[in-house]
């Protein structure tokens, strides 16, 4: 091929990873600008090969390409610094845990599931279930057909919140050990539930659990992600002004690095146990290369990390995940340094994002409700 051809493709594919990441910087919740936060990973190769491309076959550059050049090695910058931290050369915003002695009374495995409710693959997660045994199972997506085949758990879980919908948002919270007054809540649309509860660890200490399934903005569900963020905004601000020791677990349908997410940790206090780690990327199943993290757990500075894996897939567009985390109260004012502080405008953003995700909310509960009507 015509390494003149060669050189105006990667011209081209420059401009289009500059184009896109300048895109995403938009102050817009619309689909089509935030979903832009998703793909930095594939954002990033694409835009290594393009700035590799304009060296090896680019010969003289006139002023256009050197300006291309320079936004796009700008580019390249920006998506690194939001992708780094999910490797090993990041420091860690978890401690790995001193003591992973299977079995001990301060460890707290958690699995999380979106089961994609048309998967009738059922006896998979059960399966699972009982090979890696977490004291916690959350699933989301599950109907009243996927709460029948996992009834097969319910003598080894004895403690339940049951929420079968048909509508994608159904959830389920199945628990080993004894839950403290939980609570079903619809915090900004009618027929999209979270759980909310108190859990007793084995070694008597209380916690909070917050198990999340926001919608996701999208051509095919919502216009804008103001629900979502206002959702997982409120959350944190509720965890934070209460002082609370908390574990919020789900899938988020955001990306870790989004800037939704990263005011989240920053109002909440709560860490993030991939950070100075790995990836832990669940969806989509099918599509290797198009694949990023949607199921998230944060959790207070109280906590270390034993393991955070992704299992198996069970037939989902998910794969699950199971984190297990010790509780070890002697580490918190230190870990607490690792969390990220609060900026600027943080307070001020977050009362107005939530304030919008009402409003935002109760139009969209009309919309639906409007649709099952007239279905």
Same mark, same amino acid.
């Given at each position: 091929?015509? *390494?003149?051809?060669?050189?105006? !493709?990667?011209?081209?594919?420059?401009?289009?990873?500059?184009?896109?990441?300048?895109?995403? &910087?938009?102050?817009?919740?619309?689909?089509?600008?935030?979903?832009?936060?998703?793909?930095?990973?594939?954002?990033?190769?694409?835009?290594?090969?393009?700035?590799? !491309?304009?060296?090896?076959?680019?010969?003289?550059?006139?002023?256009?390409? &050197?300006?291309?050049?320079?936004?796009?090695?700008? #580019?390249?910058?920006?998506?690194?610094?939001?992708?780094?931290?999910?490797?090993?050369?990041?420091?860690?915003?978890?401690?790995?845990?001193?003591?992973?002695?299977? =079995?001990?009374?301060?460890?707290?495995?958690?699995?999380?599931?979106?089961?994609?409710?048309?998967?009738?693959?059922?006896?998979?997660?059960?399966?699972?279930?009982?090979?890696?045994?977490?004291?916690?199972?959350?699933?989301?997506?599950?109907? +009243?057909?996927?709460?029948?085949?996992?009834?097969?758990?319910?003598?080894?879980?004895?403690?339940?919140?049951?929420?079968?919908? /048909?509508?994608?948002?159904?959830? $389920?919270?199945?628990?080993?050990?004894?839950?403290?007054?939980?609570?079903?809540?619809?915090?900004?649309?009618? /027929?999209?539930?979270?759980? $909310?509860?108190?859990?007793?660890?084995? *070694?008597?200490?209380?916690?909070?659990?917050?198990?999340?399934?926001?919608?996701?903005?999208?051509?095919?569900?919502?216009? +804008?992600?103001?629900?979502?963020?206002?959702?997982?905004?409120?959350?944190?601000?509720?965890?934070?002004?209460?002082?609370?020791?908390?574990?919020?677990? =789900?899938?988020?349908?955001?990306?870790?690095?989004? +800037?939704?997410?990263?005011?989240?940790?920053?109002? *909440?206090?709560?860490?993030?146990?991939?950070? =100075?780690? $790995?990836?832990?990327?669940?969806? $989509?199943?099918?599509?290797?290369?198009?694949?990023?993290?949607?199921?998230?757990?944060?959790?207070?500075?109280?906590? #270390?990390?034993?393991?955070?894996?992704?299992?198996? *897939?069970?037939?989902? /567009?998910?794969?699950?995940?199971?984190?297990?985390?010790?509780?070890?109260?002697?580490?918190t004012s230190e870990q607490e340094q690792n969390a990220p502080?609060?900026?600027? =405008?943080?307070?001020?953003?977050?009362?107005?994002?939530?304030?919008?995700?009402? +409003?935002?909310?109760?139009?969209?509960?009309?919309?639906?409700?409007?649709?099952?009507?007239?279905?």
């Amino acid at each position: 091929m015509d *390494s003149s051809l060669l050189y105006y !493709g990667v011209q081209l594919l420059a401009g289009l990873v500059a184009f896109i990441t300048a895109w995403g &910087w938009l102050p817009l919740d619309h689909w089509w600008v935030r979903d832009v936060e998703f793909p930095r990973i594939q954002i990033l190769v694409l835009g290594i090969i393009a700035w590799l !491309g304009m060296l090896l076959f680019g010969a003289q550059w006139q002023v256009g390409q &050197w300006l291309l050049f320079i936004a796009l090695t700008a #580019t390249l910058c920006f998506q690194l610094r939001m992708v780094l931290p999910y490797t090993m050369i990041w420091k860690k915003e978890v401690q790995s845990a001193k003591e992973t002695a299977a =079995g001990t009374t301060n460890q707290l495995k958690i699995m999380v599931s979106n089961v994609l409710s048309p998967n009738n693959q059922t006896q998979k997660l059960v399966d699972l279930v009982n090979k890696e045994q977490p004291d916690i199972l959350i699933t989301l997506e599950t109907d +009243k057909k996927w709460q029948q085949a996992l009834s097969s758990i319910e003598p080894d879980y004895p403690y339940t919140v049951k929420v079968p919908l /048909d509508n994608l948002y159904g959830m $389920h919270l199945y628990s080993k050990l004894e839950l403290i007054n939980p609570e079903v809540k619809y915090l900004m649309i009618d /027929d999209i539930p979270s759980i $909310h509860t108190q859990l007793r660890l084995q *070694s008597g200490r209380v916690i909070w659990l917050y198990c999340l399934h926001p919608m996701p903005p999208s051509p095919t569900e919502a216009d +804008k992600s103001t629900t979502r963020d206002a959702e997982l905004l409120m959350v944190g601000r509720h965890i934070k002004e209460n002082n609370q020791t908390a574990i919020l677990a =789900g899938d988020l349908n955001d990306v870790a690095w989004s +800037k939704t997410t990263r005011r989240f940790q920053r109002i *909440s206090g709560l860490l993030d146990p991939r950070i =100075g780690r $790995h990836f832990i990327n669940t969806f $989509h199943v099918d599509y290797p290369f198009l694949r990023w993290a949607l199921d998230h757990i944060f959790h207070s500075a109280c906590f #270390t990390l034993v393991d955070m894996k992704r299992l198996p *897939s069970i037939g989902s /567009d998910h794969f699950p995940v199971l984190t297990t985390l010790q509780y070890e109260p002697e580490v918190t004012s230190e870990q607490e340094q690792n969390a990220p502080t609060v900026e600027a =405008g943080d307070i001020k953003e977050t009362e107005n994002k939530i304030k919008e995700g009402k +409003k935002e909310g109760s139009k969209v509960s009309e919309e639906r409700m409007e649709d099952s009507a007239n279905i």
